[in-house]
């Protein structure tokens, strides 16, 4: 009989561990160091020794464990096969679930990061009920994670969901991070807000409370419900490379709804009021009723994800 | 012991229908005209009543039929609902298998057209031995049908693969059918060709094999392969959106093939060499190694995949 599951998100500086009963109850949660020296070789292992300690200390059998999930921050494929995460020192293509059960023998999914959290917030947070979804993650980046009739888009290479760098500026003279030119993450990542704001700040003297100060995404948000105008503008053209890159989203997988986490969505539903009237603009008429949901589970979405990965395999 | 699938292929004007048994052979492949009248009333059980003739004709027993799949030219979501269908007449929602067994008690399952005809490429044409792939229909219009790992991708209201209104052009002044303006179709289907033709040819005198005649997508393509310096213009121009899309609908699913059909996919490979080199300008590098063919079934791939949809069920 199962009764525990284990969900692990692992980041490149810590890795999130959690323990669920089979009704997604979290029952304990923790952290370890992701100690991604020497190619990494010591992330799986110091994962399987973490899970046999908790097994130890609360006297769970094996038999009772259905499986641990894992995310890692980067390209996986529907195996589990990881093609090289420069995050944690990887820099070999192999198997997950095969190279952790070396470890500990217990049933092994893996998947991607921004997938499995995608995974975590359909089931137990912003995209609950929900079988179609897309988590748009606006942090340092632009992440996605797509949900297509409740199961994960992988792709081909683990590269599904990468929507950060769908192009929708012609005319940008600047680089993304991927050497691409124009990408979504340029306009609508925190650091993107900011570059949008400084470059607005420059073009004339318009008074703003952004002026002679640190300008950042969460400075932006702030100034826009104060009533900022230079702020909104700026919000206007977050909201409209957005809403018409959501737009093109919505014309591949049709979502029912598109939740919206990362530090970005901090500033709430007002964000919505910019992105919803460009997303109308844009998107095909079979493909406007789509809703939008601010992401609930924050940090933990990774490991409710990956827990998920295992009970769908029950 | 099933023997025998029917895949059905409902079009404005004729329904297609095929006989394949269970390792995907065609019997027999035969039509029916579809009687659009009083709301297209007619049309489910004029099929009910081919079949049932033709499995009297073949002493075929309902017992060897493992059932009747049914693609539509209309959203369906993955339950078998369709949402009306200007084409067919349909001004209700209603579901395409409750419906069906009014008339014919047999296994049914019901898709959107394009869909559908993605699953046929993807199991015996243009697509076959993948499972992450992009059917796209460049015809009077751009269709589309996506398939992640396998499944076909109906989205929330059967819109999933509308790819023809993925936005790609902000100075467009012409409105596309959809009434949005700069959609992929506008450039990248048979009419969007020749209409990038005309005008190119509008801009100045150069001098073009296409001057003076009927300006056809299929007339550009020609022009084309002959080396007439003002089609390759049009053709990189087709190329130019068409890749972009492409790109943006990998950020999405990161498919491992593209495969191309529709009228427009006549002109052969030649079309790959426009297409691709911007494919690989606007793509995210982890999506560049996808791979593009042509679509192989021609208008036989909606029996084909409408069979699929019953053989994914046994």
Request: proline share 3%.
């Amino acid at each position: 009989m199962k009764k525990y599951v284990f969900g692990v998100d692992v980041g490149g500086t810590t890795v999130k561990m959690g323990l669920f009963d089979m009704n997604a109850n979290v029952l304990e949660k923790w952290e370890i160091p992701s100690v991604t020296a020497n190619g990494g070789e010591r992330v799986l292992p110091d994962i399987a020794d973490s899970i046999n300690k908790k097994m130890y200390e609360l006297e769970i059998d094996k038999e009772e464990v259905a499986g641990v999930g894992i995310g890692v921050p980067g390209p996986v494929d529907a195996n589990g096969t990881v093609f090289k995460t420069a995050n944690l020192g990887w820099d070999t293509v192999f198997n997950i679930p095969e190279e952790f059960k070396k470890h500990l023998d217990l049933p092994v999914m893996a998947g991607n990061d921004a997938n499995v959290a995608a995974l975590g917030e359909m089931w137990q947070g912003g995209g609950k009920g929900y079988k179609d979804l897309v988590v748009v993650t606006l942090g340092t980046g632009v992440g996605g994670g797509i949900i297509c009739n409740g199961q994960m888009v992988t792709g081909a290479n683990g590269a599904g969901g990468e929507i950060g760098h769908i192009h929708v500026e012609d005319n940008e003279t600047e680089e993304c991070g991927c050497h691409n030119i124009g990408c979504l993450e340029q306009y609508s990542s925190a650091t993107g807000i900011a570059r949008l704001a400084r470059k607005r700040l420059e073009k004339d003297n318009e008074d703003s409370v952004l002026r002679d100060r640190d300008v950042t995404a969460k400075a932006v948000w702030d100034a826009v419900k104060y009533g900022d105008k230079v702020a909104i503008q700026v919000a206007e053209q977050f909201g409209e490379y957005l809403g018409k890159g959501l737009a093109a989203i919505a014309g591949v997988v049709n979502p029912e709804v598109f939740v919206i986490g990362g530090g970005v969505s901090k500033a709430g539903e007002v964000l919505f009021e910019y992105i919803k009237p460009y997303y109308m603009q844009y998107a095909f008429r079979g493909c406007r009723d789509a809703k939008f949901a601010l992401a609930k589970l924050g940090n933990d979405a990774g490991i409710f994800g990956a827990a998920k990965l295992i009970l769908d395999m029950q």
